[in-house]
């Protein structure tokens, strides 16, 4: 699977988490702290979001950031070989608890971080 369809795919899964919740853009966009047109965009799959933008968009929808992976649990991602590494550590992270996850969480954040 591509990247560009791995981002599509990532805006559908958020758009019908919306839906299901019967929430409009706007207010997807009002309780996440994000604009309506970059919601816009992320269903669409024009945008890919950050772990952050994911982390907003879940707590809006009152689900966790594990519930919204987990739609691609079944994802073959085995003819990119640049989605092997986080893949392995997606399936590794989702054993955990969210208190380990968060913590896991931070921590990558300080290694990307001091690579910048």
Do not use: W
């Not at 919306?18 to 992320?42: C, M, N, P, V, W």
């Not at 691609?72 to 590794?92: A, G, I, Q, T, W």
């Amino acid at each position: 699977m591509t990247n560009e369809a791995i981002v599509r795919e990532f805006g559908l899964q958020i758009r019908n988490r919306r839906l299901s919740r019967g929430f409009s853009q706007d207010e997807l966009a009002i309780k996440s702290g994000l604009h309506h047109t970059y919601i816009s965009k992320l269903e669409c799959g024009l945008k890919a979001p950050t772990i952050l933008t994911m982390m907003k968009i879940c707590d809006a929808l009152n689900i966790s950031l594990n519930d919204l992976l987990s739609d691609f649990s079944s994802v073959d991602f085995s003819d990119d070989e640049h989605n092997r590494y986080p893949l392995k550590c997606y399936k590794l992270i989702t054993t955990l608890s969210p208190a380990q996850q968060e913590k896991i969480y931070k921590i990558v954040l300080a290694v990307v971080n001091l690579c910048d």
